[in-house]
């Protein structure tokens, strides 16, 4: 158990609709990343809010958008849903303090598998 | 731009024998690499990382990786496999030294054979 939780686990829509993923990080983390898994672009890095600011964006749609709360919770908002973008969504939380040279460790929540039928 | 290259996407060993996954980045920086691996159903657990240091890396479960500049390698090996190293295995790398985002190979998918 990683210590970060994501809700649903599952998703089950139609296109069209418009569907908001949660994540809560490991307790003291106060970065957020969102990474899309899918079969055919793989794990790719969406977007990552650090204590309630946006600090970096991958390749996320217009139609995608994520924030983070000041309990450091973050939703990722899918709209006008789209039969590719049925795909597992990992949301990953890290410390990411200003230390030098320290990586700080990405801990992957189980994900949320998204269907869009 | 940071690049990912894993070699086949599915291995396929006898238990008990090497487990060799490849993996080759490009980064403009000194990169950070990682392994991780991906259980069915499951979410991303990190196998092992280079940051700065020692190139041999030891990680869980008997893996380990070596960081090659010359080659812009970070192969991942472990001597003997089991029965329960059947996974998907991910090489990603990272130039943000604040942990930022990872870029994430295609996937290796591991099979052992009894």
């Known amino acids: 158990d990683s210590g970060v939780t994501q809700t649903p686990k599952h998703l089950i829509t139609a296109t069209g609709q418009r569907v908001t993923l949660r994540c809560s990080p490991r307790?003291?983390?106060?970065?957020v990343y969102w990474y899309q898994q899918s079969l055919d672009q793989g794990l790719q890095f969406l977007i990552q809010?650090?204590?309630?600011?946006?600090?970096a964006k991958g390749n996320i749609l217009e139609r995608f958008s994520a924030q983070q709360f000041p309990d450091l919770h973050s939703e990722l908002n899918l709209s006008s849903l789209e039969l590719g973008d049925s795909a597992l969504y990992f949301c990953?939380?890290?410390?990411?303090?200003?230390?030098?040279?320290?990586?700080?460790?990405?801990?992957f929540g189980p994900g949320t598998r998204l269907t869009v039928l | 731009a940071q690049s990912v290259t894993q070699l086949g996407s599915h291995v396929s060993v006898s238990e008990g024998a090497l487990v060799l996954l490849r993996c080759n980045y490009s980064?403009?920086?000194?990169?950070?690499l990682f392994w991780y691996v991906q259980y069915p159903n499951q979410g991303l657990q990190l196998l092992l990382k280079?940051?700065?240091?020692?190139?041999l890396v030891k990680g869980i479960n008997g893996f380990e990786a070596e960081f090659k500049k010359s080659e812009t390698s970070f192969h991942l090996t472990k001597p003997s496999a089991h029965m329960s190293d059947a996974a998907e295995y991910f090489c990603?790398?990272?130039?943000?030294?604040?942990?930022?985002?990872?870029?994430f190979g295609q996937g290796t998918e591991l099979s052992v054979k009894p």
């Open positions: 990953a939380s890290s410390v990411a303090k200003n230390n030098l040279r320290r990586y700080n460790e990405q801990f």
């Open positions: 307790s003291g983390d106060l970065s």
């Open positions: 809010y650090y204590n309630g600011e946006e600090r």
């Open positions: 980064s403009s920086v000194p990169p950070y």
């Open positions: 280079y940051t700065t240091g020692a190139t």
């Open positions: 990603a790398v990272s130039e943000d030294n604040q942990g930022g985002k990872l870029i």
